[in-house]
């Protein structure tokens, strides 16, 4: 079992930046890979980025790629994500997950943090 908790969330205009982060418990992050999703009003969960347990393989949803950056740091057991040039579709609440597989899946995963609101305002 490993716990998650997000912060960094919070609300920015459009074209702003913001930098979520993800801490995780435990001594064995490293055993897992980690993702973020997002879930915005009306709408199902849907996949952001993942990166793969060692940080070298990273995965981005098309809607993102350019814009958002996922790293890891294993030595303090955090996951980012770098959120740049938001648009007001970036609205939703981002959690982020881990999953003990080895690539940057875009499903599976089989825990979740309690999520971090973003706003982004016209």
């Known amino acids: 079992q490993v716990q998650l908790v997000e912060s960094g969330g919070g609300l920015v205009q459009a074209g702003g930046s913001l930098r979520l982060s993800c801490a995780a418990s435990?001594?064995?992050?490293?055993?897992?890979?980690m993702g973020w999703f997002r879930q915005a009003p009306g709408k199902e969960r849907e996949f952001v980025a993942a990166?793969?347990?060692?940080?070298?393989?990273?995965d981005y949803a098309d809607s993102v790629k350019g814009r958002f950056t996922i790293s890891r740091d294993n030595a303090k057991n955090t996951v980012s994500l770098q959120m740049n040039s938001l648009k007001p579709e970036d609205t939703a609440i981002y959690y982020c997950?881990?999953?003990?597989?080895?690539?940057?899946?875009?499903?599976?995963?089989?825990?979740w943090g309690r999520g971090t609101q973003v706003t982004v305002s016209s």
């Open positions: 997950a881990a999953d003990r597989a080895t690539l940057p899946k875009r499903s599976g995963y089989n825990y």
């Open positions: 435990g001594r064995t992050f490293s055993d897992y890979r």
């Open positions: 990166i793969s347990r060692s940080g070298g393989s990273t």
